[in-house]
């Protein structure tokens, strides 16, 4: 039976190289040299803005669900906000993050790592809150909005938008325009220091 000195190596592992925490998770296609760049340049916090340009079918929404559940341990004081073009597409991803948070193996690498048990305390389709959750604010940890959706007196650490851009931008100049008005709005949303994340395909402008 390992020490906890060991169980704490070994999680120290899984966080530096979240490609093989990927697989270990029910991610089998997922590569160190590829996903796991991706994933560790997410990882840093505080940080400038980035963005990911990968094409469909690449695996990059499923780096963003791991992402998101370390992000949530590892930063305990910082609220995220996530956002797709629809509220549909925010309910998937937020219920993949909500699985990787239940997995057996995330929580057993969580209390190795800080001596405590992770408990999901409040899951919705579109919220989730855990107890490693230490912002005295009252918001949720996790909040995923449509692009249609109220950001109104809304506030983030870490901002993440993820495929904002579809085929219906690409005809629609109205439509480019939301889009756009949205995204310059998350400037406002994101707290000082905060970092914004954006990932979509190459032919993004």
Same mark, same amino acid.
């Given at each position: 039976? #390992?020490?906890?000195?060991?169980?704490?190596?070994?999680?120290?592992y899984l966080i530096e190289h979240p490609a093989?925490?990927?697989?270990?998770?029910?991610?089998?296609? @997922?590569?160190? !040299?590829?996903?796991? #760049?991706?994933?560790?340049?997410?990882?840093? /916090?505080?940080?400038?803005?980035?963005?990911?340009?990968?094409?469909?079918? &690449?695996? +990059?929404?499923?780096? *963003?669900? $791991?992402?998101?559940?370390? *992000?949530?341990?590892? /930063?305990?004081?910082?609220? $995220?906000? %996530? @956002?797709? +073009?629809? =509220?549909? !597409?925010?309910?998937?991803?937020?219920?993949?993050? @909500?699985?990787?948070?239940?997995?057996?193996? %995330?929580?057993?690498?969580?209390?190795?790592?800080?001596?405590?048990?992770?408990?999901?305390?409040? &899951?919705?389709?579109?919220?989730?809150?855990? &107890?490693?959750? &230490?912002?005295?604010?009252?918001?949720?940890? @996790?909040?995923?909005?449509?692009?249609?959706?109220?950001?109104t007196g809304k506030h983030a650490e870490i901002? $993440?938008? !993820?495929?904002?851009?579809?085929?219906? =931008?690409?005809?629609?100049?109205?439509?480019?325009?939301?889009? +756009?008005?949205? /995204?310059?709005?998350?400037?406002?949303? +994101?707290?000082?220091?905060?970092? $914004?994340?954006?990932?979509?395909?190459?032919?993004?402008?």
């Amino acid at each position: 039976m #390992a020490s906890s000195a060991q169980r704490r190596t070994n999680a120290l592992y899984l966080i530096e190289h979240p490609a093989e925490l990927g697989r270990r998770l029910g991610y089998p296609d @997922l590569r160190d !040299d590829l996903h796991g #760049a991706w994933m560790r340049a997410m990882l840093r /916090y505080p940080a400038e803005d980035m963005t990911l340009q990968a094409h469909r079918g &690449s695996y +990059k929404t499923t780096c *963003l669900c $791991i992402v998101i559940a370390l *992000l949530m341990v590892r /930063y305990r004081e910082a609220s $995220i906000m %996530f @956002l797709r +073009k629809t =509220d549909a !597409d925010v309910t998937e991803v937020v219920r993949q993050v @909500l699985r990787i948070l239940q997995h057996p193996l %995330f929580a057993q690498m969580v209390q190795a790592l800080t001596g405590e048990r992770l408990e999901v305390v409040k &899951s919705t389709s579109t919220e989730i809150t855990t &107890s490693a959750y &230490s912002a005295p604010r009252g918001s949720a940890q @996790l909040l995923g909005i449509g692009l249609g959706g109220s950001l109104t007196g809304k506030h983030a650490e870490i901002i $993440i938008t !993820d495929d904002i851009v579809n085929r219906l =931008d690409r005809v629609s100049h109205a439509e480019r325009e939301r889009t +756009k008005a949205v /995204y310059m709005e998350l400037q406002n949303v +994101k707290n000082r220091g905060g970092r $914004i994340i954006n990932t979509g395909t190459p032919w993004h402008k």
